[in-house]
């Protein structure tokens, strides 16, 4: 089973008098992972390349940033591959020392940057979710709460209507055992639907 970061994980290596700033960080896709290479972009506007490769299911890509093919988000992805990471950000930022590296010398470098920040990095399995929706009335509502916070499940967003939504996040793997003890909880009144 793939792995997630718990946090993100930062290094900085220096090769050469050029700078490479590391950034490992869990993202939920694409559109996060866009964001914050955008944000790293804005933070680091004097960076001469800010390169990335990304592992989120079917949302993964990655940029060179003007590097050489294949010198900088080639070996990033290749390091987060290595420690079966998925749903992870791998973003290197480059600020050019005056001395050229040479296609090998660029390989090297922001492999060490990425693997030196992945290695104080806390790595967790990654559990799938899946977000199921509880409709009950107003007298069972609380009890459904207490019970998915004594689960550790997230409740997001509840809305009172005419009866109560709650919305509840939890391991995929659970969804079916959660169902029956909400059914039970309620007397067999709740209605419960996968998102």
């Not at 989120?56 to 080639?74: I, L, Q, V, Y």
């Not at 806390?122 to 709460?145: C, F, K, L, Q, S």
């Amino acid at each position: 089973m793939a792995s997630t970061l718990a946090s993100p994980a930062h290094a900085e290596v220096e090769v050469r008098r050029s700078r490479f700033v590391a950034l490992a960080v869990p993202v939920a896709g694409r559109d996060e992972a866009a964001e914050r290479v955008a944000a790293l972009r804005a933070e680091h506007p004097g960076a001469t390349h800010v390169c990335w490769a990304l592992l989120a299911g079917g949302h993964s890509g990655m940029s060179d940033d003007g590097e050489p093919s294949g010198t900088a988000s080639r070996p990033i992805l290749e390091v987060l591959r290595h420690h079966d990471l998925e749903g992870v950000l791998g973003v290197v930022v480059r600020y050019f020392g005056g001395v050229k590296l040479g296609a090998g010398g660029l390989v090297r470098a922001y492999t060490d940057a990425i693997a030196t920040a992945l290695q104080g990095a806390e790595i967790v399995e990654r559990v799938p979710g899946t977000t199921i929706i509880v409709t009950v009335d107003y007298a069972d509502a609380e009890r459904v709460r207490r019970w998915a916070d004594g689960e550790g499940f997230a409740v997001p967003d509840t809305a009172y209507e005419e009866a109560v939504r709650l919305t509840i996040m939890l391991p995929a793997r659970r969804a079916q055992e959660a169902t029956a003890t909400i059914r039970d909880l309620t007397g067999g009144r709740a209605r419960v639907a996968v998102a």
